[in-house]
Protein backbone atom coordinates (compact mmCIF):
# COMPACT_ATOMS: atom_id res chain seq x y z
CA UNK A 1 0.00 0.00 0.00
CA UNK A 2 1.04 3.38 -0.32
CA UNK A 3 3.18 4.67 2.64
CA UNK A 4 1.58 8.44 2.05
CA UNK A 5 -2.33 7.04 2.25
CA UNK A 6 -1.20 3.93 4.63
CA UNK A 7 -3.85 5.22 7.39
CA UNK A 8 -6.88 5.83 5.02
CA UNK A 9 -8.89 3.05 5.36
CA UNK A 10 -8.61 2.16 8.82
CA UNK A 11 -9.38 5.75 9.43
CA UNK A 12 -12.33 5.70 7.16
CA UNK A 13 -13.94 2.65 8.94
CA UNK A 14 -12.82 4.14 12.48
CA UNK A 15 -14.61 7.33 11.40
CA UNK A 16 -18.01 5.88 9.74
CA UNK A 17 -18.53 3.25 13.13
CA UNK A 18 -17.62 6.45 15.32
CA UNK A 19 -20.66 8.05 13.91
CA UNK A 20 -22.89 4.54 13.98
CA UNK A 21 -23.25 5.10 10.31
CA UNK A 22 -23.56 1.78 7.21
CA UNK A 23 -21.99 2.24 4.14
CA UNK A 24 -25.12 3.61 2.55
CA UNK A 25 -25.73 5.70 4.99
CA UNK A 26 -22.30 7.63 4.05
CA UNK A 27 -22.45 7.11 0.70
CA UNK A 28 -25.78 8.91 0.78
CA UNK A 29 -24.63 11.90 3.33
CA UNK A 30 -21.09 12.09 0.91
CA UNK A 31 -22.13 11.26 -2.62
CA UNK A 32 -19.15 8.50 -2.59
CA UNK A 33 -20.59 5.46 -4.20
CA UNK A 34 -21.10 2.54 -2.05
CA UNK A 35 -18.87 0.33 -3.87
CA UNK A 36 -15.86 2.80 -3.94
CA UNK A 37 -16.55 3.16 -0.11
CA UNK A 38 -16.14 -0.29 0.27
CA UNK A 39 -13.23 -0.68 -1.59
CA UNK A 40 -11.41 2.26 0.08
CA UNK A 41 -12.55 0.61 3.80
CA UNK A 42 -11.18 -2.93 2.64
CA UNK A 43 -7.73 -1.41 1.41
CA UNK A 44 -8.39 -2.40 -2.12
CA UNK A 45 -8.27 0.94 -3.40
CA UNK A 46 -4.65 2.28 -2.72
CA UNK A 47 -5.12 5.67 -3.94
CA UNK A 48 -8.61 7.34 -3.69
CA UNK A 49 -9.71 9.78 -5.87
CA UNK A 50 -8.78 13.17 -4.54
CA UNK A 51 -12.40 14.23 -4.39
CA UNK A 52 -13.23 11.37 -2.34
CA UNK A 53 -10.40 12.47 0.18
CA UNK A 54 -11.84 15.72 0.34
CA UNK A 55 -15.50 15.03 0.79
CA UNK A 56 -14.79 12.73 3.69
CA UNK A 57 -12.29 15.05 5.08
CA UNK A 58 -15.21 18.01 5.06
CA UNK A 59 -18.14 15.15 6.00
CA UNK A 60 -16.07 14.17 9.34
CA UNK A 61 -14.30 17.83 9.43
CA UNK A 62 -10.50 16.70 9.74
CA UNK A 63 -7.86 17.39 7.45
CA UNK A 64 -6.83 15.06 4.59
CA UNK A 65 -3.32 15.06 6.13
CA UNK A 66 -4.71 13.67 9.33
CA UNK A 67 -6.78 11.45 7.30
CA UNK A 68 -3.56 9.36 5.37
CA UNK A 69 -0.96 10.31 8.27
CA UNK A 70 -2.46 9.64 11.73
CA UNK A 71 -4.00 6.43 12.86
CA UNK A 72 -7.29 8.28 14.34
CA UNK A 73 -8.32 5.13 16.20
CA UNK A 74 -4.92 5.80 18.80
CA UNK A 75 -5.96 9.02 19.94
CA UNK A 76 -7.80 9.94 22.70
CA UNK A 77 -11.23 11.16 22.69
CA UNK A 78 -9.77 14.71 23.77
CA UNK A 79 -6.65 14.60 21.07
CA UNK A 80 -9.68 13.67 18.44
CA UNK A 81 -12.31 16.47 19.59
CA UNK A 82 -9.42 18.65 19.06
CA UNK A 83 -8.82 18.30 15.68
CA UNK A 84 -12.02 18.37 14.58
CA UNK A 85 -12.83 21.69 16.11
CA UNK A 86 -9.30 22.70 14.37
CA UNK A 87 -9.70 21.08 10.98
CA UNK A 88 -12.68 22.90 9.41
CA UNK A 89 -11.77 23.09 5.61
CA UNK A 90 -12.81 26.97 4.67
CA UNK A 91 -13.13 27.49 0.74
CA UNK A 92 -14.66 31.15 1.10
CA UNK A 93 -12.04 32.06 3.73
CA UNK A 94 -15.10 34.02 5.07
CA UNK A 95 -14.24 32.31 8.87
CA UNK A 96 -10.31 32.76 9.05
CA UNK A 97 -10.43 36.45 10.72
CA UNK A 98 -11.97 40.00 10.77
CA UNK A 99 -9.56 41.61 8.59
CA UNK A 100 -8.49 44.71 10.23
CA UNK A 101 -8.97 47.84 8.45
CA UNK A 102 -7.96 52.48 8.92
CA UNK A 103 -10.19 55.05 8.25
CA UNK A 104 -9.43 58.21 7.38
CA UNK A 105 -10.84 61.80 8.89
CA UNK A 106 -13.84 61.11 6.65
CA UNK A 107 -14.30 57.96 8.09
CA UNK A 108 -13.34 56.58 5.27
CA UNK A 109 -11.20 53.43 4.26
CA UNK A 110 -7.61 54.06 4.26
CA UNK A 111 -5.96 52.58 1.62
CA UNK A 112 -2.39 50.89 2.52
CA UNK A 113 1.06 50.39 0.93
CA UNK A 114 2.66 47.39 2.03
CA UNK A 115 6.52 48.55 1.46
CA UNK A 116 9.54 45.57 0.62
CA UNK A 117 10.90 46.36 4.20
CA UNK A 118 7.54 45.49 5.91
CA UNK A 119 6.79 42.47 3.39
CA UNK A 120 8.57 40.08 5.51
CA UNK A 121 6.35 41.20 8.38
CA UNK A 122 3.30 40.98 6.84
CA UNK A 123 2.35 37.72 7.67
CA UNK A 124 2.73 37.43 11.18
CA UNK A 125 1.28 41.15 11.26
CA UNK A 126 -1.59 40.92 8.72
CA UNK A 127 -4.56 40.34 11.67
CA UNK A 128 -2.31 43.23 14.04
CA UNK A 129 -4.63 46.45 13.80
CA UNK A 130 -1.33 48.13 15.29
CA UNK A 131 0.96 46.89 12.58
CA UNK A 132 -1.76 47.89 9.90
CA UNK A 133 -2.51 51.17 11.24
CA UNK A 134 1.67 52.03 10.75
CA UNK A 135 1.59 50.84 7.09
CA UNK A 136 1.67 53.67 5.06
CA UNK A 137 -1.19 55.08 3.20
CA UNK A 138 -1.69 55.98 -0.29
CA UNK A 139 -4.35 57.29 -2.78
CA UNK A 140 -4.98 57.44 -6.43
CA UNK A 141 -7.87 59.09 -8.91
CA UNK A 142 -10.54 55.90 -10.23
CA UNK A 143 -9.96 53.43 -7.20
CA UNK A 144 -13.10 52.50 -5.50
CA UNK A 145 -13.25 54.27 -2.25
CA UNK A 146 -15.99 51.69 -1.04
CA UNK A 147 -13.38 48.62 -1.17
CA UNK A 148 -10.31 47.52 0.92
CA UNK A 149 -7.74 48.15 -1.20
CA UNK A 150 -3.93 47.64 -0.43
CA UNK A 151 -0.48 47.78 -2.74
CA UNK A 152 2.05 44.89 -2.76
CA UNK A 153 5.29 44.80 -3.94
CA UNK A 154 6.56 42.02 -6.57
CA UNK A 155 9.35 40.74 -7.26
CA UNK A 156 11.17 38.33 -10.07
CA UNK A 157 9.93 38.08 -14.01
CA UNK A 158 7.50 35.59 -13.42
CA UNK A 159 4.43 37.92 -14.11
CA UNK A 160 5.99 39.68 -17.03
CA UNK A 161 5.13 42.21 -19.25
CA UNK A 162 4.34 43.44 -15.21
CA UNK A 163 8.06 43.86 -14.72
CA UNK A 164 10.29 43.01 -11.62
CA UNK A 165 9.88 45.62 -8.68
CA UNK A 166 6.45 46.78 -10.06
CA UNK A 167 3.48 47.71 -6.84
CA UNK A 168 0.57 45.41 -7.25
CA UNK A 169 -2.48 47.47 -6.23
CA UNK A 170 -5.26 44.53 -5.15
CA UNK A 171 -8.68 44.64 -3.81
CA UNK A 172 -9.62 42.42 -0.75
CA UNK A 173 -11.40 38.90 -1.69
CA UNK A 174 -13.74 38.13 1.22
CA UNK A 175 -15.50 35.22 -0.55
CA UNK A 176 -12.38 32.77 -1.91
CA UNK A 177 -15.78 30.86 -3.88
CA UNK A 178 -15.92 34.17 -6.51
CA UNK A 179 -12.54 33.26 -7.57
CA UNK A 180 -12.97 32.24 -11.10
CA UNK A 181 -10.17 30.74 -13.63
CA UNK A 182 -6.95 33.10 -14.38
CA UNK A 183 -8.00 35.48 -11.99
CA UNK A 184 -5.12 37.45 -11.12
CA UNK A 185 -4.01 37.57 -7.12
CA UNK A 186 -1.94 38.47 -4.85
CA UNK A 187 -2.14 35.14 -2.47
CA UNK A 188 -0.83 35.39 0.94
CA UNK A 189 0.38 31.97 2.03
CA UNK A 190 0.82 30.78 6.23
CA UNK A 191 4.56 29.63 5.57
CA UNK A 192 5.96 32.54 3.56
CA UNK A 193 7.51 35.50 3.60
CA UNK A 194 7.06 35.97 -0.05
CA UNK A 195 3.68 37.58 -1.46
CA UNK A 196 3.02 35.65 -4.20
CA UNK A 197 1.68 37.69 -7.98
CA UNK A 198 -0.04 34.84 -9.58
CA UNK A 199 -2.88 33.48 -11.93
CA UNK A 200 -5.27 31.62 -10.27
CA UNK A 201 -7.70 28.60 -10.47
CA UNK A 202 -10.34 28.22 -8.51
CA UNK A 203 -10.13 24.15 -7.58
CA UNK A 204 -10.89 24.08 -3.79
CA UNK A 205 -14.23 22.37 -4.43
CA UNK A 206 -12.74 19.81 -6.30
CA UNK A 207 -9.77 18.93 -4.21
CA UNK A 208 -9.15 21.60 -1.55
CA UNK A 209 -6.26 23.68 -3.57
CA UNK A 210 -5.63 26.71 -5.61
CA UNK A 211 -3.55 26.60 -8.51
CA UNK A 212 -1.50 29.30 -9.09
CA UNK A 213 0.75 29.97 -12.33
CA UNK A 214 2.92 32.40 -14.17
CA UNK A 215 2.18 34.93 -17.11
CA UNK A 216 6.12 33.64 -17.99
CA UNK A 217 5.88 30.09 -19.71
CA UNK A 218 9.29 29.80 -17.84
CA UNK A 219 7.61 28.99 -14.96
CA UNK A 220 5.43 25.93 -13.98
CA UNK A 221 1.88 26.29 -12.45
CA UNK A 222 1.72 24.95 -8.34
CA UNK A 223 -0.88 24.15 -5.64
CA UNK A 224 -1.69 25.27 -2.65
CA UNK A 225 -3.67 24.18 -0.18
CA UNK A 226 -6.93 26.46 1.11
CA UNK A 227 -5.73 25.93 4.28
CA UNK A 228 -2.61 27.32 3.62
CA UNK A 229 -3.76 30.62 2.96
CA UNK A 230 -4.26 33.91 4.98
CA UNK A 231 -5.25 36.41 2.79
CA UNK A 232 -6.15 37.07 -1.51
CA UNK A 233 -6.61 40.56 -3.20
CA UNK A 234 -7.76 40.60 -6.68
CA UNK A 235 -5.68 42.72 -8.77
CA UNK A 236 -6.76 45.60 -10.29
CA UNK A 237 -3.55 47.75 -11.76
CA UNK A 238 -0.10 48.14 -11.08
CA UNK A 239 2.57 50.77 -10.63
CA UNK A 240 6.00 50.47 -12.23
CA UNK A 241 9.06 53.06 -13.12
CA UNK A 242 9.58 50.79 -15.91
CA UNK A 243 8.35 50.74 -19.40
CA UNK A 244 6.54 47.12 -20.27
CA UNK A 245 8.79 44.94 -22.44
CA UNK A 246 7.54 45.15 -26.16
CA UNK A 247 7.01 41.16 -27.79
CA UNK A 248 9.40 41.02 -30.62
Known amino acids: MDQSLFHWAGNLRFLRKRKNLTQQQLSDATGI ?34 LIKTSLSDLTAEQLYEMETTSSLDITGRHIRVLPITVNTDNEENMEFVPVKAQAGYRRGFNDPEFIANLPKFTLPGLPREKTIRMF ?32 CVVILKEEDDILFKMVDNTMKHDGT ?15 NANEVLEIWKFIGYVSREMPAIAS
Open 33 to 66: KKGRLAAQESGKTKNPRMEDQVRISTYFNITIDH
Open 153 to 184: PVSGDSMLPIPDGSHVIAQYVDDWSLIKQDMP
Open 210 to 224: LRLHSLNPAFKPFRV
